[in-house]
């Protein structure tokens, strides 16, 4: 039977740091999404969900809620990109200073739906995330955010609206340029 | 069925969440319209585009990165609190084994009334108190200090607020001895400046914020205890009275080969924290380890570190990373040019139906402000905030939110007035989780907001 956040992050507090695998495996692929959308690079993203899980890892003892501790990790994975991009920011004037190029960051495969979902509304990109980047089933969505199941279906049938739009957006700017 | 009704069930269709009498009203409006059954396929497109990009994700395996990471820190974590757990054991064992040069020392520790444990290997026979004194005779011939501290903190928040896993921001201090009794100071961040001409201060929360403050005014908290770098120890000795901290006086050789002079002081969280909302979030607040070290030839003050012990960890979260003694400071750094758009922080001031203000507790004045805000009602708003106007900014953000709940107020730590639990949902669509603080402790007597924004 597949645990629950709640007993992998008691087992990680009682210092059994392997059971935190558990934990890594089942919301890598909501904050890959998170942070690509956010920094725009496979690599920059895989690097930045390394650290946030790192900082997670040390910090659980923190953690007031158990049951929300993938919005959590979203905050962690916010404030690790921020400092990313900085560090990123500070090297490229560096690197212009030095009349060095920059190289070209690799994106992944649909940046422009990364940054589309990783643009919506918290409440309604926690649902994209773990629907679609966490293999949740709607039900487990609704049990990991701990709303209704008609909200989360409700929340998603908006978040498809917003990210068509911003699609839509997207292809247009590219065609005009 | 009518479009719209379909329209909101489409997302259950296509879940395979709907009962069979919704399902098949669902089915029946798809052939007969051809606008929603365009929806549907637009929809379907974006769910296998979302989880074609979902698959791609999932093919990245982070597991080894990150327990390799975290076994590598954990390792390193360990032995530095090894390190800093035999520096005491060591020096609990000199303390046991010394006796009778601890004799001295005790004779002050008695008379003072303090928990101070002195001992010392190039000066055994000297006491606590003259080495105190020392110090305190170098430190008064200081003409000014240049001091730049890091520290885990935000830029634009109050001076006090630590976070342990917040980011290092440096911070820059400046003081004028010019024999007055508060001399001239300034305090920097990148959010935040205090300046102190030597009769009042003047406190600029950056862009446009600013607050006056008396002579004495608690602008920068804690690091005016740092500021007053010539009474440093002295503050320790009186706070060890106080609070019950417990001072080790010790001798190293520090990096530089040259003797130092090591204060190390185990403090406790000042206040009540049954609940806990405010423990570890400033130094006060939290059960630490702050580690002076002094030249032992000329007694001034060389390095700090303070520590945060939790559970699991020591974590550092202020250190100095620099001191200069009697550099020339330019006057210029002790005055502030404002902008011009400058929104001031004032004390709030009696209002028509004063009275109906003064009875409300802390919750209702929580309701009350979130309820101005919902109904864009900036007159009504102003009444319970702290300073003169509401600008565009705090408008945009605050106005027409909703408030999804609020708890019950409580207490922490040594905070004068109240939190207040609340959550509410942005015009933006956000939610924020948080706890409202709200203080009582003014002229016009009744609550209002003082942070948690």
Known sequence: MEQTDKYYVERCRNGHADDFRFLVRRYQGPLLAHLAGRLGSRDSAEEAAQETFVRAYFTIGKLEKPQSLFSWLLGIANRVAKEQQRNLQRSRQLAESL???????????????ERAVTALPESYRQVVLLRYYGGCSCSQVAEKLGMP?????????????????SLQQNEDCEVRK | MNCAECKELLVGYIEGLLEDSQ?????????????????????????????????ASARIGLENAVLDRILQEQSLKLRKANKIDRQFQLWRKIMKSRISRLAAAAVVIAAAGLSIVFFGTSMPTASAARVLAEAAEAMAKLRSVYIKVQIRTMPHDNFELIGLDYDFVPHEMWKQFDGTFHGKWRVEKPGRVVVMDGQS????????????????????????????????????????????????????????GKDKLVVAVEALAQGDFTNDWLKNKSICASNNLRIYAFDAETKLLESLEVYVHTEREDVLVLRITDIEYDPEIDPTLFTLELPEDVIWHEQPKEV???????????????KAFFQACADEDWDEFLKYWSFSVVDQRMKAYLGGLEVISLGEPF???????????????????????????????????????????
């Open chain 1, 99 to 113: 009349s060095q190029r920059t190289s070209a960051v690799e994106l992944s495969a649909d940046y422009a739906l």
């Open chain 1, 149 to 165: 199941l008609g909200t989360v279906t409700k929340n998603l049938s908006r978040a498809y609206a917003m990210l068509r739009k």
């Open chain 2, 23 to 55: 399902k098949q009203a669902v089915e029946s409006h798809l052939q007969i319209c051809p606008p929603c059954r365009a929806e549907l396929k637009h929809i379907s497109a974006l769910r296998d585009r979302l989880t074609a990009n979902g698959k």
């Open chain 2, 201 to 256: 201060s003047l406190l600029l929360i950056k862009p446009n914020h600013a607050a006056k403050g008396e002579a004495g005014t608690g602008f920068v908290l804690w690091l005016k205890h740092l500021l007053d770098v010539d009474k440093v120890l002295d503050k320790e000795i009186e706070l060890a009275r106080i609070e019950g901290s417990e001072l080790h006086l010790t001798h190293d050789t520090g990096l530089d």
């Open chain 2, 352 to 366: 028509p139906s004063g009275y109906k203000y003064r009875q409300m507790l802390p919750d209702e004045v929580a």
């Open chain 2, 411 to 453: 207490k922490s730590g040594r905070y004068p007035g109240w939190f207040v639990p609340y959550e509410i949902r942005l015009k933006s669509g956000q939610t924020k989780k948080y706890n409202l603080a709200v203080r009582n402790d003014n002229p016009a007597r009744r609550y209002i907001v003082d942070g948690g924004i």
